[in-house]
C-alpha cells in the first residue's frame, strides 16, 4: 500500500516544476555540485544545514518541453536563463554557479518558465537552535563552517585614505608582537603564523580585535597592486617537504572585499586541482575565497580555483619569510597558515581538510 501512495507521488514531484538548494561556485557539471532542500511554497532554511555559498536551480518537470526560465526575487525580475541549468545567477562550466548573495532574512524566489508554468518559494533564513547563528543573518553572511567577525568588539571606525594618496609607511613590529621565527605544532607539523605578529607592516593594514584589516571601511571594489601594503613574517619548518600554504581571513562580500596577495619569499608556488598542477606567478600571487565571512581555505586563478603548495621541498630548521599583501579593502586578516603535504594530499580534498583541521588557530 504504501508502495502505491509513493510511487504517484514521485511521479507527480518529477512531471512538476520545482526549486533547489544547490551548492555555487563549483566548477563543473551541476552534477558536482552539492544540492540542497527542495523548496516549498514556504521554506525556513538554517544557514549551518545548506550549502555555503549557494544558488537556486528551477527544475523543468521531466514531462515540460521549455527553452528558458525567468527569475523573479521579491517581484522584481532578475535574469532569464536559456540554458540548462536554470540558475537564479547564471552559470559557467569553469565557474559553476554564480552564488546568489542576499543579506534579507525573508525573501521569495520565483521562476516563470517559457511555457506559462511557474514556481515560487518564500524562504525565511532562520535557525531554530538557540546556539546556531542569528536568525537575521543570512546564510552567505554566516557561512555554516566557518566563524564570522565580531563586529561589536572592533575599535571605533577609522577612515581609510585612497591608495593613490597614502604612501606606504614602514612600521617595525615591537618586541611584544615580533613573530621571528613561527615553528611548527609538535603534534601536527602545521604552523599557524598570528596576523598580528608581523615582522613590518607597510601601508594601509590597521590592528582589529581579532586580526589586521585592511582599509576595513573603504567601500571600495578596486583592487591594490603588490608591494603597496605588506605583512611580512617568517617560519621555520619542521619537516623537510613540501608545504602548502593558506590563510584564516574574514571577507566582506562573496566575490568582492575578498582577496589578498600572497608570497614566500623566494620560493615558487605550484598551484593545485585535484591531479592538475600549473606553476604560480613570480612574486605575489593572487589568494580569495568566495565565502563572504570567515574561512580557511583560500584559492588563486579565477573560475578555475587551485589551492597553494610549495613547488620544492623546505627544508627543517631553515628560516622562511611569507608576505601577505593588502588587494581588496574590508579584508581581515586572522592567519598564515602553512602544513606538510605531499602528491595528492596538496590537493584540496579529504587529506588537505584534515591535516589543516589539526592546525593550532586563533
Known amino acids: 500500500m504504501l508502495r502505491l501512495v509513493v510511487l504517484p507521488l514521485l511521479l507527480a514531484l518529477a512531471n512538476c516544476q520545482t526549486l533547489r538548494i544547490y551548492q555555487a561556485s563549483v566548477p563543473g557539471r551541476m552534477s558536482n555540485w552539492q544540492p540542497g532542500p527542495l523548496l516549498q511554497s514556504e521554506s525556513t532554511l538554517c544557514p549551518k544545514h545548506i550549502p555555503s555559498p549557494l544558488t537556486v536551480v528551477c527544475l523543468p518537470g521531466a514531462d515540460k518541453h521549455v527553452k528558458s526560465a525567468s527569475f523573479y526575487i521579491d517581484g522584481d525580475f532578475e535574469r532569464t536563463e536559456r540554458v540548462m541549468p536554470y540558475t537564479l545567477k547564471g ?12 543579506r534579507a532574512r525573508v525573501t521569495k524566489v520565483s521562476c516563470v518558465l517559457s511555457n506559462g508554468d511557474s514556481v515560487a518559494s518564500t524562504i525565511t533564513f532562520a535557525c531554530p537552535d538557540p546556539s546556531g547563528p542569528r536568525s537575521d543573518v543570512a546564510p552567505t553572511t554566516v557561512p555554516p563552517t566557518t566563524t564570522a567577525a565580531s563586529t561589536t568588539t572592533v575599535p571605533p571606525p577609522t577612515t581609510a585614505a585612497a591608495t593613490t594618496t597614502v604612501p606606504p609607511t614602514t612600521t617595525a613590529a615591537t618586541s611584544s608582537t615580533a613573530y621571528d621565527t613561527a615553528t611548527a605544532s609538535s603534534s601536527s607539523s602545521c604552523i599557524y603564523i598570528d596576523a598580528t605578529k608581523y615582522m613590518e607592516k607597510t601601508g594601509a593594514w590597521e590592528l582589529v580585535s581579532n586580526g589586521m584589516a585592511y582599509k576595513r571601511n573603504n ?14 613574517y ?19 562580500h562573496g566575490t568582492e572585499h575578498n582577496d589578498v596577495w600572497v608570497e614566500i619569499a623566494n620560493v615558487p608556488f605550484t598551484l593545485v586541482q585535484g591531479s592538475k598542477t600549473r606553476p604560480g606567478a613570480a612574486g605575489m600571487n593572487k589568494a580569495y575565497h568566495n565565502k563572504n565571512g570567515r574561512s580557511k581555505t583560500v584559492y588563486t586563478v579565477d573560475f578555475d580555483g587551485h589551492v597553494f603548495s610549495t613547488r620544492d621541498a ?33 590537493a584540496h580534498g579529504g587529506k588537505w581538510n584534515a591535516a589543516l583541521n589539526s592546525c593550532p588557530s586563533n
Open 314 to 346: 623546505l627544508e627543517a630548521g631553515k628560516r622562511y619569510e611569507v608576505k601577505v599583501g593588502g588587494r581588496s579593502t574590508k579584508v581581515v586578516l586572522h592567519g598564515v597558515i602553512l602544513f606538510p603535504c605531499s602528491d595528492f594530499s596538496c
Open 234 to 252: 617568517a617560519f621555520t619548518p619542521t619537516e623537510s617537504k613540501r608545504y602548502t600554504l593558506t590563510v584564516d581571513m574574514t571577507t566582506d
Open 219 to 232: 567601500p571600495s571594489t578596486g583592487i591594490d597592486k603588490p608591494g603597496v601594503a605588506t605583512l611580512r
Open 91 to 102: 552559470d559557467t562550466f569553469k565557474a559553476g554557479a554564480r552564488p546568489w548573495i542576499t
